[in-house]
């Protein structure tokens, strides 16, 4: 199938890409990499009147740390761009980042589609939103009415749903702080496909000891969850199975033609202890 007919704009600025937004109001879309939404047109599921390509908005893809540790990552960056990073770009203490993107799609894929893109596409499935949800970090957007910092807790309100405003424009993610002792993994019935169920831990490693820790699920809610059952687990000196097994009760996965909720249940058993045992290994 083609997309229905649409205009297109090309923003030349991020004020001219606002402007637009504005104007053109919820008939018009963003696109950038075009991974997910040009696929969502050609089969007439999104069938907007307006396209406005922000592409060439080069200050929009950046990827570094700055001054207080914090990873910074333009929303036009992609896929491949962190996957192929210098450590002095993305070390250590944000490799679990690096390691995600191997888990999107394939090259090309990679190669096109961006952070930013991602994110605001809001599948609940996407290892960035995954990511974003586990690491704690934050969203900067832009509008006519100035900038704001959306934490990635608030901004996933639904599935292909978040806290944008129509005239608003994602324009950075920010990981706060390092993650030495976080990983990702998911199931998918093959590589490259959406994740059935993804799981992301970041834990709090003091010594030989785990103190404590984040435990955030995929492919389980509409939008990506934290669950703090587990978390209380990780506190309280608990094993990791253990952990595995307070994440798998405290959820009411889907049952849905990938599979059923038990079926997502013993997924979720084995990935949080798999991504636990994975983070204190790094």
Same mark, same amino acid.
């Given at each position: 199938?083609?997309?229905?007919? *649409?205009?297109?704009?090309?923003?030349?600025?991020?004020?001219?890409?606002?402007?637009?937004?504005?104007?053109? =109001?919820?008939?018009?879309?963003?696109?950038?990499?075009? @991974?997910?939404?040009?696929?969502?047109?050609?089969?007439?599921?999104?069938?907007? @009147?307006?396209?406005?390509? !922000?592409?060439?908005?080069?200050?929009?893809?950046?990827?570094?740390?700055?001054?207080? #540790?914090?990873?910074?990552? =333009?929303?036009?960056?992609?896929?491949?761009?962190?996957?192929?990073?210098?450590?002095?770009?993305?070390?250590?203490?944000?490799?679990?980042?690096?390691?995600?993107?191997?888990?999107?799609?394939?090259?090309? !894929?990679?190669?096109?589609?961006?952070? =930013?893109?991602?994110?605001?596409?809001?599948?609940?499935?996407?290892?960035?939103?995954?990511?974003? %949800?586990?690491?704690?970090? $934050?969203?900067?957007?832009?509008?006519?009415? #100035?900038?704001?910092?959306?934490?990635?807790?608030?901004?996933?309100?639904?599935?292909?749903?978040?806290?944008?405003?129509?005239?608003?424009?994602?324009?950075? !993610?920010?990981?706060?702080?390092?993650?030495?002792?976080?990983?990702?993994?998911?199931?998918?019935?093959?590589?490259?496909? *959406?994740?059935?169920?993804?799981?992301? %831990?970041?834990?709090?490693?003091? &010594?030989?000891?785990?103190?404590?820790?984040? %435990?955030?699920?995929?492919?389980?809610?509409?939008?990506?969850?934290?669950?703090?059952? $587990?978390?209380?687990?990780?506190? &309280?000196?608990?094993? *990791?199975?253990?952990?595995?097994?307070?994440?798998?009760?405290?959820?009411?996965?889907?049952?849905?033609?990938? #599979?059923?909720?038990?079926?997502?249940? @013993?997924? !979720?058993?084995?990935?949080?202890?798999?991504?636990?045992?994975?983070?204190?290994?790094?």
């Amino acid at each position: 199938m083609k997309p229905a007919p *649409f205009r297109y704009h090309r923003a030349r600025d991020l004020a001219g890409a606002t402007r637009l937004l504005a104007e053109l =109001g919820e008939d018009a879309k963003v696109i950038a990499g075009g @991974q997910s939404l040009v696929a969502m047109m050609n089969f007439r599921l999104a069938r907007p @009147q307006h396209l406005i390509d !922000i592409a060439g908005l080069r200050e929009l893809d950046h990827l570094g740390t700055d001054a207080d #540790g914090a990873l910074r990552v =333009g929303a036009l960056t992609t896929h491949h761009t962190v996957e192929t990073a210098p450590p002095g770009t993305l070390g250590a203490e944000f490799e679990v980042i690096r390691a995600a993107m191997g888990w999107i799609g394939h090259l090309p !894929i990679r190669t096109r589609g961006t952070a =930013g893109g991602s994110v605001a596409h809001a599948d609940a499935t996407a290892e960035w939103c995954l990511l974003a %949800v586990a690491l704690d970090a $934050a969203f900067l957007v832009h509008g006519p009415r #100035g900038r704001r910092r959306i934490a990635a807790g608030d901004f996933f309100l639904g599935p292909y749903t978040t806290a944008l405003d129509p005239d608003e424009l994602l324009t950075e !993610i920010v990981f706060p702080r390092p993650a030495p002792y976080a990983a990702l993994t998911e199931f998918a019935a093959r590589r490259g496909d *959406f994740a059935i169920v993804s799981a992301a %831990v970041d834990l709090d490693v003091q &010594g030989a000891s785990v103190r404590g820790g984040r %435990v955030a699920l995929g492919g389980v809610a509409p939008v990506p969850v934290r669950v703090p059952e $587990a978390e209380e687990v990780l506190a &309280g000196g608990g094993s *990791f199975t253990a952990c595995a097994a307070a994440a798998a009760a405290a959820v009411e996965p889907p049952d849905d033609a990938n #599979g059923s909720a038990s079926y997502r249940k @013993q997924l !979720i058993a084995t990935l949080v202890r798999r991504a636990c045992e994975e983070a204190v290994s790094r």
